[in-house]
């Protein structure tokens, strides 16, 4: 999917939060980020049922109850198409390494929330495993670690999911 600008970006982010986190009780008066805001993180994202995966897997690497918590935290979600392109090996190996697991998790996590206005604007942002990773816009496409960001801006009361198409390996 492409993006052509902020305002188009903002238009996706509206279509995107009704899309993934269903309809919500928001008055027309309220951002696409605060109309799924009612529920967490975690939630949010198993709501949508396209996040299996990383729900088990950050159930896995003991991480559920952090992206729980207050935040705020802006997620860069893939969804089970993303991990269904990653080898079997690599995933069984992540699943017996937890340490590893948590690291590659918490790289798709950044400490506050990050719309996409803001992400735009940026070239990297820190994740929470310690490195950062890079945010590319070329165009009508915004790219973070290489991974296309096909939604964004799904809110959650904890802060924020932008649904991208590759799961990110820090180096």
Request: charge should be positive.
């Amino acid at each position: 999917m492409k993006i052509r600008s902020i305002s188009a970006l903002t238009a996706l982010a509206a279509a995107s939060a009704v899309a993934v986190a269903g309809p919500a009780s928001a008055g027309p008066q309220e951002s696409a980020v605060s109309a799924g805001a009612k529920k967490d993180i975690v939630e949010t994202a198993v709501e949508a049922g396209q996040f299996n995966t990383l729900a088990s897997l950050l159930k896995k690497a003991g991480l559920v109850k952090t992206l729980k918590g207050k935040g705020p935290y802006t997620v860069f979600a893939p969804t089970d198409a993303a991990f269904a392109k990653v080898p079997q090996a690599t995933l069984d190996a992540l699943g017996q390494d937890k340490a590893k697991l948590r690291s590659v998790l918490l790289y798709h996590v950044v400490g506050r929330k990050l719309t996409a206005a803001k992400i735009v604007k940026r070239r990297s942002v820190k994740t929470l495993n310690g490195q950062r990773v890079r945010i590319r816009v070329r165009g009508e496409t915004v790219r973070v670690g290489g991974a296309r960001v096909t939604t964004a801006d799904v809110g959650a009361s904890n802060g924020v999911i932008h649904v991208i198409n590759k799961v990110l390996i820090p180096r």
